[in-house]
């Protein structure tokens, strides 16, 4: 199994890894810095440094057979081998917008008391649907959203086992996707005073460093569900 550095910490960028294995798309290391496509986040991109100090792209990372994939064109896999050492380096300007982003809509889901239903996280943007029969209003919530994210709460992380998730099934907000499990344990992000729940993503060290959004539009997906539309506001 990949080791997945970025879940102790979310701002390392880069890392020496040993190659494990390459397949017909991607190749698998022993530890990353990478995050793989899922909990509404996209996977993250950037490059590798190969031992005869060769870069190459790295176009996107996801999860296959329970194995943390790196994707990289046929011209890159040609050129790397079991046992190889070589550096693992993100984009990190666009990593930073995602972990911004995904904070960003943590503080949403504090503001809506109302299961989440589904969400999307991009560089620009980001989403949430809630099971919601209420309308919203978007001027109202971009004020209260940015006060949140002014008043820079401290976001920590910490770690309980599936047990103990299990006896605290309200912590779970997000009915679409479920909380990373199978290690025997499940990490929780704390934003404090402001939200606690489950996640696998990556997080801003506090709310103040998201920056200022907008609500840009709130719509109704049928008969219980609002779909909070949120951007930067740069």
Known sequence: MTTELFREDGYLATTPAVVTAVTDDGFTVNQTVFYATGGGQPGDTGHLLSTDQQHFAILD???????????????????????????????WERRHRLMRMHSCLHMLCALIPAPVTGGSIQTDRGR??????DPVDKETLTTALNALIQADHTMTTQWITDEELDA??????????????????????????????????????????????RIAKVEKKGRQNRRVNVVFDD
Do not use: W, Y
């Open 128 to 133: 949430l649907d809630f099971d919601l029969t």
């Open 61 to 91: 990372t996801i999860k296959r057979d329970n194995q943390h994939l790196h994707l990289a064109s046929p011209e890159t896999l040609s050129q790397l081998s079991v046992n190889d050492t070589v550096t693992l380096t993100l984009d």
């Open 168 to 213: 605290q099934p309200e912590l779970v907000r997000t009915m679409s996707a479920k909380p990373p499990r199978g290690s025997g344990r499940v990490r929780l992000v704390n934003f404090e005073g402001i939200d606690l729940q489950p996640c696998g993503g990556t997080h801003v060290k506090s709310t103040a460093e998201i920056g200022r959004v």
